[in-house]
């Protein structure tokens, strides 16, 4: 009578995806495992294959951009650190769940307003007073960058994801720009201003090191032992709940992405006024949206951003290293994509499983 | 022919991680039938006709269409066998017309033109006597509006199997029993019509037959015309329940909290509460009865201080000095440091009460986190409260680090009512703090509320179950469309009373039902 | 002033690529970030397979037709691929929108550089791509202003007015707009959410793809230049500048085009002034952003669930 049902043939779907409720710590850890080490051979199949390249060469040369002279080492760390500073910095805007993705400029401004105190303070005021203003200008420039997306966020709910991206290209832009006012020859590259850089201690790389390092247990202990930490886990779950306990949340979200800026901003500071000494619109490298990867890889956790931001630190050098050794064409972007796609898919295993229906009954298939 | 089977459940199973919704279900829907799924809230009504209309997938088991076994994988497949669901919480975009609305998804040989889907639209509307704007965007629209898209989609669609969930829980009186005409007008059609539903009385009215499913499992299904309120209840509940709570009589009542007047406007920007006064007296249960979305929750949020007063009085007497203090416009915080010990059992625990993903003891900070100077928390108070409600409440959890949104709807609510008396509060709120909680929770919370009142604490309860008012409360006020309708002394009162005053209007017509399925 | 509206145009046209494309995207949902990845990618792949077709036959003998159409397909083709790499992560495997997106840059990025390192001459083709409508020059301002441009001018104002017309229009369009939303409501009324955002997606990084190759081909007349990145996140703004509207969008890219060649086309400007002005779009961006969220016209909103995905059994 109801031609509609015959239309379509009973037959059960070959699987579904459900839930899981938690894997085990250690099954996690084990998915993760594996992804990076299906990353790590697809990648150098890549290489391999379209290179041409001996594996076990690759490996090495791979180890070798990150270990074989105290110098790289060294710039491995510190390469490592910054990047790890600026998933530092994202990460309590991040737990309040405001998608700052403008960390490029914020570590941007923060660098150009260092290298500005440098290039028209140095040497007209005393160096430690000039350390001083790089570094609180720089914290300023960045928690600017930062607070008007918040401030628009809190008043009006702008889209806090599109508004901070824009405002990494005026940053860029805004570098252009003094960079052609303050360099007279128009070639736009400011010569690198050496006698008025932040101090450094044991070899150049340390200080900035030791720093990242202290403000890493500062954010692990803000966050989950502070009060403002709480704060930022309440409205990051529910703006309800953090309403119902009387939490401001306007205040919450504007105090938080302040901090974000500001440390995005130190990042700035440490790479300019620390490193480098001169400014480039590529001085962040990136490193605005790479961190986001270290730290949502990390679940937010300082702790673990050590291991993540070293992790893609390490293949980023490691390919230069293959292709300077093997005077190959530039893969590293298509290695470091590789292998962040794999472990940014392994989270798939963890938080759902595969149910394949076989005959009537079921079957769990665990993918670890 | 007119009563063969439409539907057919077999053994039907589905979990949500270790949360059985439905164990083995089988049940059937014939052609030319209203059935009502019945069953107390979290019985898994809804969750077994999601898995008829495809947003869910059954774990095991067989559907059966016109005895011919299908797979509805998706609504789409349920839509190409004639059913249509009409959810609680509507699927609507907001942004959209009504008829785009109606429209979405189709497949129609027609050419697409919004101006001849409106004109259809409104001559179904007019057959069933809807009144509708297909123009109309959603988000201009009341909740009532929403709802008569959502039933002319299905309409629309010619669905010839209807699932309703819950479709009365926001309607007037008025609409439903134009709702109620409208279904039986289709059952004469032919269609098959299940309502889910936990009032008994829509069952009895409505129906021609009645299913009854419990924690999960499938009862029975009985005919109406054999059916008491009785027989279902003990089917939806397991035993004949006897409300047996032992209620004192109020020592030495005074006024605690003085509402006067009150006056809201919710974010659609309709008058949600129209001069509300009322008072709260100490060492008393005030029973706050309504049909669901009168503007209850308003009402505690606005006291609580998490909804804007438009105009009127909240004043709280301080029990030891007895000096009167305002309490409108003030934020939580302002309340609490006005030393006013406002606890408040929101109606949506983990949406609002509670924090899901935070576990027991940092969901006991909430309230308390702000205490001392210190930059830092301080677990240890916190982790003692949660052992605390974990041993006297018996909250059944593998410990105080657990997340609550692991544990089950019945200990969520102990560590959240655990958590607002543990401050000793002087008024407490309560916003139907048994909905989805089992006999045995429901007592106990019965249990705690009336040992606040024994200490002298204002309660103010929320319930939607009118025996249990009658039962616990000491007065019960009536809330009607936002405004006062009554307010009676909870000994002398029935059932009768309190819902003629709910609805202010003739109850539905208890016709119709006699006669049983197909005419 | 004609010559710069002319080439303002030009430029436009491969912003208007690329915001067409990610505005069908964004309105299935999907915030993709990978955009600028994916025009680059698209621009690489086309190019290479033009260095591929004028190794084979040899360069004077191509045929016009084909060494126009051929390239456009496979950029297409190209921006397909990396759309289906998106959604692979996104809709089936429910990765983060946002964290995809970005390595999906990083990996078109990376693609692009060793493909264009081992591509090496396929500006030969520059003139059939640049090739104007005849009369373009018999009639004065008119035939410079409205005439004077290649194929992929005209395509990319196609494409826009289609998309448009497919999003307001149509059927599919009201599916396409629900999925992005409301997909739990879309679902419910039968539209197979992850088949739509599929197909959109990858439709949408294929028209992006197209985009690179006219900025190649078309703007820089076979020049290779690492700055269509910059194109791709201009284009993002412009998605938001023209309020997810394709055919708001044709007016928002020439205006664009406008401001990146203001400064080649005003005399006697510093460099400095030059950066300032290329800073407008994306200012103007911002200022659009904050207007149309204080004003909160709901129809001017981003699509409800953007940057979201979506899981039936989400309870």
């Known amino acids: 009578m109801r031609s509609k049902t015959e239309t379509k043939k009973a037959h059960e779907p070959l699987f579904h995806v459900v839930k899981r409720d938690e894997l085990s710590g250690i099954k996690s850890i084990l998915v993760r495992a594996i992804a990076i080490l299906a990353a790590i051979v697809v990648s150098s199949l890549v290489v391999v294959i379209a290179e041409k390249v001996n594996p076990v060469g690759y490996f090495k040369s791979m180890f070798r951009g990150a270990f074989s002279t105290p110098t790289l080492f060294w710039s491995f760390l510190h390469e490592a650190a910054l990047l790890l500073c600026v998933a530092i910095a994202l990460t309590p805007a991040f737990k309040m769940r405001f998608?700052?993705?403008?960390?490029?400029?914020?570590?941007?401004?923060?660098?150009?307003?260092?290298?500005?105190?440098?290039?028209?303070?140095?040497?007209?005021?005393?160096?430690?007073?000039?350390?001083?203003?790089?570094?609180?200008?720089?914290?300023?420039?960045?928690?600017?960058?930062?607070?008007?997306?918040?401030?628009?966020?809190?008043?009006?709910?702008?889209?806090?994801?599109?508004?901070?991206?824009?405002?990494?290209?005026?940053?860029?832009?805004?570098?252009?720009?003094?960079?052609?006012?303050?360099?007279?020859?128009?070639?736009?590259?400011?010569?690198?201003?050496?006698g008025y850089g932040l101090p450094s201690v044991g070899n150049k790389w340390l200080l900035n090191i030791l720093i990242i390092l202290a403000l890493t247990v500062f954010m692990f202990i803000y966050l989950r032992f502070s009060k403002h930490g709480y704060e930022i886990s309440v409205v990051g779950e529910s703006e309800n709940t953090a309403r119902y306990i009387g939490i401001n949340v306007k205040k919450v979200i504007i105090r938080t992405v302040l901090i974000s800026g500001m440390l995005c901003g130190l990042a700035g500071v440490l790479i300019c006024g620390g490193i480098n000494h001169t400014i480039s619109t590529t001085a962040a490298k990136g490193r605005g949206f790479t961190a986001i990867l270290v730290s949502w890889l990390a679940k937010f956790n300082p702790l673990y951003m050590m291991l993540t931001s070293i992790l893609i630190v390490f293949f980023q050098v490691g390919a230069i290293q293959v292709k300077s050794d093997f005077n190959i064409s530039d893969v590293a972007d298509i290695t470091t994509a590789i292998i962040l796609f794999f472990i940014v898919g392994c989270e798939f295993f963890i938080r759902y499983k595969i149910v394949f229906k076989k005959h009537g009954h079921k079957e769990a298939v665990n993918n670890d | 022919m007119e009563n063969s089977v439409a539907i057919e459940l077999k053994n039907i199973t589905k979990t949500f991680g270790k949360i059985v919704a439905n164990r083995n279900v089988s049940l059937d829907v014939r052609r030319g039938e209203i059935l009502s799924i019945l069953g107390e809230n979290g019985s898994g009504k809804t969750t077994l006709m999601n898995m008829i209309a495809g947003i869910y997938y059954p774990d095991s088991g067989e559907i059966y269409i016109d005895g011919k076994e299908v797979v509805i994988r998706s609504p789409k497949d349920a839509f190409g066998y004639g059913i249509g669901m009409i959810h609680q919480h509507f699927k609507l975009v907001d942004v959209f017309t009504a008829a785009e609305n109606i429209i979405l998804g189709l497949n129609e040989k027609r050419k697409y033109k919004l101006s001849d889907v409106a004109r259809r639209v409104s001559e179904i509307a007019s057959r069933y006597g809807f009144e509708l704007d297909p123009m109309k965007k959603i988000y201009e629209m009341?909740?009532?509006?929403?709802?008569?898209?959502?039933?002319?989609?299905?309409?629309?669609?010619?669905?010839?199997?209807?699932?309703?969930?819950?479709?009365?829980?926001?309607?007037?009186?008025?609409?439903?029993?134009?709702?109620?005409?409208?279904?039986?007008?289709?059952?004469?059609?032919?269609?098959?019509?299940?309502i889910i539903?936990?009032?008994?009385?829509?069952?009895?009215?409505?129906?021609?037959?009645?299913?009854?499913?419990?924690?999960?499992?499938?009862?029975?299904?009985?005919?109406?015309?054999?059916?008491?309120?009785?027989?279902?209840?003990?089917?939806?509940?397991?035993?004949?329940?006897?409300?047996?709570?032992?209620?004192?009589?109020?020592?030495?009542?005074?006024?605690?909290?003085?509402?006067?007047?009150?006056?809201?406007?919710?974010?659609?920007?309709?008058?949600?509460?129209?001069?509300?006064?009322?008072?709260?007296?100490?060492?008393?249960?005030?029973?706050?009865?309504?049909?669901?979305?009168?503007?209850?929750?308003?009402?505690?949020?606005?006291?609580?201080?998490?909804?804007?007063?438009?105009?009127?009085?909240i004043s709280y007497i301080d029990p030891s000095t007895g000096a009167e203090e305002n309490l409108r416009d003030k934020t939580p915080i302002q309340i609490r440091q006005l030393g006013v010990r406002l606890s408040f059992v929101p109606e949506d625990r983990l949406g609002m009460g509670l924090v899901g993903n935070m576990d027991i003891v940092d969901n006991m900070m909430l309230r308390s986190y702000r205490k001392g100077n210190s930059a830092f928390l301080r677990r240890k108070e916190p982790r003692d409260l949660a052992n605390e409600i974990i041993k006297s409440l018996e909250v059944v959890t593998p410990g105080p680090n657990t997340p609550v949104r692991r544990l089950s709807g019945g200990n969520v609510q102990k560590?959240?009512?655990?958590?607002?008396?543990?401050?000793t509060p002087t008024v407490l709120m309560a916003a139907y703090p048994v909905r989805g909680l089992d006999i045995n929770s429901s007592y106990l919370i019965y249990n705690l509320l009336n040992e606040q009142k024994k200490n002298g604490v204002a309660v103010i309860f929320v319930g939607e179950d009118l025996d249990v008012l009658i039962e616990l409360s000491d007065r019960i006020l009536v809330i009607g469309s936002g405004r006062v309708t009554g307010l009676v002394d909870a000994r002398n009162t029935t059932k009768e009373e309190i819902g003629l005053l709910m609805t202010k209007t003739p109850e539905i017509e208890q016709s119709e039902n006699e006669g049983g399925e197909g005419e | 002033m004609i010559e710069f509206l002319a080439q303002s145009v030009r430029t436009g046209m491969t912003f208007l690529y690329g915001s067409t494309g990610e505005t069908l995207t964004e309105k299935s949902g999907h915030l993709n970030l990978g955009l600028p990845g994916i025009m680059s990618a698209g621009a690489a792949f086309g190019c290479a397979v033009e260095y591929a077709y004028g190794s084979a036959v040899g360069k004077l003998y191509v045929n016009p037709f084909i060494a126009v159409i051929l390239p456009i397909?496979?950029?297409?083709?190209?921006?397909?691929?990396?759309?289906?790499?998106?959604?692979?992560?996104?809709?089936?495997?429910?990765?983060?929108?946002?964290?995809?997106?970005?390595?999906?840059?990083?990996?078109?990025?990376?693609?692009?550089?060793?493909?264009?390192?081992?591509?090496?001459?396929?500006?030969?083709?520059?003139?059939?791509?640049?090739?104007?409508?005849?009369?373009?020059?018999?009639?004065?301002?008119?035939?410079?202003?409205?005439?004077?441009?290649?194929?992929?001018?005209?395509?990319?104002?196609?494409?826009?007015?289609?998309?448009?017309?497919?999003?307001?229009?149509t059927r599919v369009g009201l599916n396409i707009r629900a999925v992005g939303e409301n997909p739990a409501t879309a679902d419910a009324a039968g539209i197979n959410v992850t088949r739509y955002r599929y197909i959109t997606t990858m439709i949408g990084s294929g028209i992006a793809g197209i985009g690179g190759l006219c900025y190649i081909m078309d703007n820089l007349f076979g020049s290779w230049e690492y700055t269509i990145e910059a194109m791709g996140w201009l284009a993002i703004a412009l998605v938001i500048f023209t309020v997810w509207k394709p055919n708001i969008g044709i007016f928002g890219s020439i205006l664009f085009g406008m401001l990146y060649n203001a400064s080649a086309y005003i005399k006697n400007i510093s460099f400095?002034?030059?950066?300032?002005?290329?800073?407008?779009?994306?200012?103007?961006?911002?200022?659009?952003?904050?207007?149309?969220?204080?004003?909160?016209?709901?129809?001017?909103?981003?699509?409800?669930?953007?940057?979201?995905?979506?899981?039936?059994?989400?309870?």
């Not at chain 3, 990996?107 to 083709?125: D, E, P, R, V, W």
């Open chain 2, 142 to 194: 009341s909740v009532s509006e929403k709802q008569t898209v959502e039933i002319i989609k299905v309409l629309y669609r010619g669905a010839d199997i209807l699932i309703l969930d819950e479709p009365t829980a926001v309607l007037t009186p008025q609409e439903t029993s134009k709702l109620f005409a409208v279904l039986r007008r289709m059952r004469e059609d032919g269609k098959s019509i299940v």
């Open chain 2, 197 to 313: 539903t936990h009032k008994l009385h829509e069952v009895l009215s409505l129906s021609d037959r009645v299913s009854v499913l419990r924690k999960g499992e499938y009862i029975c299904t009985v005919d109406t015309c054999d059916a008491t309120v009785s027989s279902l209840t003990e089917a939806m509940v397991g035993k004949k329940i006897t409300l047996n709570i032992d209620r004192c009589d109020p020592v030495d009542p005074t006024d605690r909290l003085i509402i006067k007047d009150l006056e809201c406007i919710n974010r659609e920007g309709t008058k949600i509460l129209d001069d509300v006064s009322f008072t709260a007296r100490s060492g008393e249960i005030l029973g706050i009865a309504g049909i669901a979305g009168s503007g209850q929750r308003e009402l505690l949020e606005a006291i609580a201080g998490l909804q804007h007063v438009e105009s009127g009085q």
């Open chain 1, 99 to 194: 998608w700052n993705i403008g960390g490029e400029g914020q570590v941007l401004v923060g660098g150009l307003a260092s290298i500005a105190c440098m290039f028209y303070l140095g040497g007209k005021v005393p160096n430690v007073l000039l350390w001083v203003l790089i570094i609180v200008s720089g914290l300023l420039a960045g928690a600017v960058w930062a607070v008007l997306p918040a401030l628009c966020k809190a008043k009006w709910n702008t889209n806090e994801t599109l508004f901070t991206l824009m405002m990494n290209y005026i940053a860029i832009q805004l570098v252009c720009f003094c960079l052609d006012t303050w360099v007279k020859s128009g070639s736009g590259v400011l010569e690198p201003m050496h």
């Open chain 2, 415 to 423: 560590v959240l009512v655990g958590r607002e008396i543990a401050s």
């Open chain 3, 73 to 169: 397909v496979v950029s297409f083709i190209g921006g397909m691929l990396m759309g289906l790499i998106y959604c692979f992560f996104t809709v089936t495997l429910h990765a983060n929108q946002n964290v995809t997106g970005l390595i999906l840059t990083t990996l078109g990025t990376g693609l692009t550089g060793y493909i264009i390192s081992k591509t090496h001459s396929f500006a030969f083709a520059a003139k059939y791509f640049t090739k104007p409508l005849p009369f373009a020059k018999d009639l004065g301002w008119f035939g410079k202003l409205f005439l004077s441009y290649g194929i992929l001018v005209y395509l990319a104002l196609a494409i826009a007015i289609i998309s448009s017309i497919i999003l307001s229009k």
């Open chain 3, 272 to 315: 400095a002034q030059t950066d300032l002005i290329e800073m407008l779009p994306y200012a103007v961006t911002i200022i659009v952003l904050i207007i149309t969220s204080a004003r909160k016209r709901r129809e001017n909103q981003p699509p409800a669930h953007l940057g979201l995905s979506y899981f039936r059994e989400d309870r």
